[in-house]
């Protein structure tokens, strides 16, 4: 299997998702290199990255289920490091 390093962005305009996004969050967590989440407090938005090494249909996925989320926008980085893992 091969993983990619990503990073994923998430905008986040309704604090009434952040409970599943966590949720999704949660479940990919062993994927999950780094988190930075950053409150702008005057635009009531919230920016939050994630450094990701996953196998891309994960990483796709987990975009995906963000980016249904009421009030939620997400958007993947893709490296060129691509590492094959065996399972």
Do not use: F, W
């Amino acid at each position: 299997m091969e993983y990619r390093v990503a990073c994923l962005s998430i905008i986040v305009e309704d604090a009434g998702s952040v409970t599943e996004l966590n949720e999704v969050l949660h479940e990919n967590g062993k994927y999950i290199i780094g988190r930075m989440g950053i409150p702008y407090k005057e635009k009531n938005v919230n920016i939050i990255s994630i450094a990701m090494d996953a196998p891309q249909d994960v990483i796709n996925s987990m975009s995906g289920k963000l980016g249904r989320l009421k009030g939620v926008t997400s958007k993947v980085a893709y490296s060129n490091v691509i590492t094959k893992v065996e399972e």
